[in-house]
T-cell receptor, first 112, second 116 residues
Framework: RKEVEQDPGPFNVPEGATVAFNCTYS??????FFWYRQDCRKEPKLLMS???SGNEDGRFTAQLNRASQYISLLIRDSKLSDSATYLC?????????????FGTGTRLQVFP | DAGVIQSPRHEVTEMGQEVTLRCKPI?????LFWYRQTMMRGLELLIY????????DSGMPEDRFSAKMPNASFSTLKIQPSEPRDSAVYFC??????????????FGPGTRLTVL
């Protein structure tokens, strides 16, 4: 079983829609979590960190549920430019987040 | 400011040949990471360095792979001999690590390796 698992998608949604991705992790010792975004044939880039209390950045909201060991990302009012692959990332260390474990990604396609 | 620089961007080689991938991290960053990305396995950490010292190489698939960081501004990942199953995109990333906080890893554009 992969340490971080995601539904590969693709999720095809119209502009303006709200879409949510979930991700599960198997290592209960994992302390830190992130969402990265990767455009086609480009490098991954940090989208946002995920905190237990939940955090929001504009149209993006990330949540962490430690009891159920899953992380979610909600995108409101989808834009065409949101089309990308979203990578769920965990790190086993609270104070050493050098080692990142990436999920295989969920592909989002926003259409006009 | 220049980001992480990788070369070559594309490499096509024949099975059995030696392949050397190069990375220049962002100036001032003290940690450097090598990743491999494939459709089947996603993005996997191969090895990472902190202050030029290898910290964790548990992700290196086998002895055919080796990595060096002779100084703070340069690292290489070498595959010798290469095999078709090594075909992937290899990313280098760097960060400025400080204890007690997460420091974003910045990725280079990657090297797309094809071994025939």
């Amino acid at each position: 079983r992969k340490e971080v698992e995601q539904d590969p998608g693709p999720f095809n949604v119209p502009e303006g829609a709200t879409v949510a991705f979930n991700c599960t992790y198997s290592n209960s010792a994992s302390q830190s979590f992130f969402w990265y975004r990767q455009d086609c044939r480009k490098e991954p880039k940090l989208l946002m960190s995920v905190y237990s209390s939940g955090n929001e950045d504009g149209r993006f909201t990330a949540q962490l549920n430690r009891a159920s060991q899953y992380i979610s990302l909600l995108i409101r009012d989808s834009k065409l430019s949101d089309s990308a692959t979203y990578l769920c990332v965990g790190s086993p260390g609270a104070y050493n987040t050098d080692k990142l474990i990436f999920g295989t990604g969920t592909r989002l396609q926003v259409f006009p | 400011d220049a980001g992480v620089i990788q070369s070559p961007r594309h490499e096509v080689t024949e099975m059995g040949q030696e392949v050397t991938l190069r990375c220049k991290p962002i100036s001032g960053h003290n940690s450097l990471f090598w990743y491999r990305q494939t459709m089947m396995r996603g993005l996997e950490l191969l090895i990472y360095f902190n202050n030029n010292v290898p910290i964790d190489d548990s992700g290196m698939p086998e002895d055919r792979f080796s990595a060096k960081m002779p100084n703070a501004s340069f690292s290489t990942l070498k595959i010798q001999p290469s095999e078709p199953r090594d075909s992937a995109v290899y990313f280098c990333a760097s960060s400025l690590q400080a204890t007690g906080s997460y420091n974003e890893q910045f990725f280079g554009p990657g090297t797309r390796l094809t071994v025939l």
